[in-house]
């Protein structure tokens, strides 16, 4: 069983910066691939960006590449999703999520085994 609880969300201004973190644990979450999902009111959960497990693969959804940045600590066992010119239409919740299975499944919400519960995250114009 892998435990994730999501931090950083907030409330900021267009333009602005957050950094979320994933705090996982559990079992090895080192040879987890980790993955962040968003979801806004009344819409679908949507895959944003993925890390595989060493850290060196890397996956963005078009709508945040040049602006996310997604990042991986094994050691702390810590993921993390740093959000750069952050727009309204970023409002949603966001989720951290961890598989084991191929990175490709990685970038589907049912790839995906474990969930957290989500940080809340509102851009204001």
């Known amino acids: 069983q892998v435990q994730l609880v999501e931090s950083g969300g907030g409330l900021v201004q267009a333009g602005d910066s957050l950094r979320l973190s994933c705090a996982a644990s559990g079992r090895t979450v080192s040879s987890y691939h980790m993955a962040w999902f968003r979801q806004a009111p009344g819409k679908e959960r949507e895959f944003v960006a993925a890390?595989?497990?060493?850290?060196?693969?890397?996956y963005y959804t078009g709508s945040v590449k040049g602006r996310f940045t997604i990042s991986r600590d094994n050691a702390k066992n810590l993921v993390y999703l740093q959000m750069n010119s952050l727009k309204p239409e970023d409002t949603a919740n966001y989720y951290c999520?961890?598989?084991?299975?191929?990175?490709?499944?990685?970038?589907?919400?049912?790839?995906?085994?474990?969930w957290g519960i989500g940080t809340l995250v509102t851009v204001s114009s």
């Open positions: 890390v595989a497990w060493d850290g060196i693969s890397k």
């Open positions: 999520a961890a598989n084991q299975d191929s990175f490709g499944a990685t970038m589907r919400v049912n790839g995906m085994d474990y």
